[in-house]
Structure formats: C-alpha cells, structure tokens
C-alpha cells in the first residue's frame, strides 16, 4: 500500500530494503574497499597531474628565456649590422 514502509530487520537487526541495499556485511565492506581503492587511485592520478602541470611550466619558462635570449641576439646582430653599414657609407 502507498505510503507503507516495506522495510525489514534482518537477523543482524539491520534493516533491509527489499534488496535495494546490501544486506551482507561483505558486501559493504567490499564496497568501502571498492572506494577506498578508487580514493587512491585518484589521489596518485592527482599527484601525477601535478607532476606533468610543474614540467609543462618549467619547460613553458625555459622557453621563453630562449626567445628572450634569440631576441636579445637578433637584435644585438642587426645593431652590428647597422654601425657596419654606416662605417662603410662614411668610408666610400
């Protein structure tokens, strides 16, 4: 009837619900294991994330210090250029 409850006791003295919850006690405990494994799982998948995130920057850092660097360079290049073109424009 609507409205009633069709929960039990089992011999344990826990209530059952007509099979929508476990009612052996191996099946809980399989399930906090289930998720206590799935936890760790995480945690190193986790852990492994930030492992890659950190090398992923470090290497994002070094190369931008290799642009700066070739930037530096280009530009120190085209300065020797243009006091080479100026001394040979004064010269001739």
Known sequence: MAGQDHSKFNREGKITNNGTEPT?????????EEYQLLDSTLDDLNSALDYLEQKNDDIHEKLKELLQ???DIRQQLQSQ???MDSDETTNN
């Open 69 to 71: 660097s070739n930037i």
């Open 81 to 83: 250029n243009t006091s």
């Open 24 to 32: 052996n006690q191996n099946e809980e405990e399989n399930i906090v």
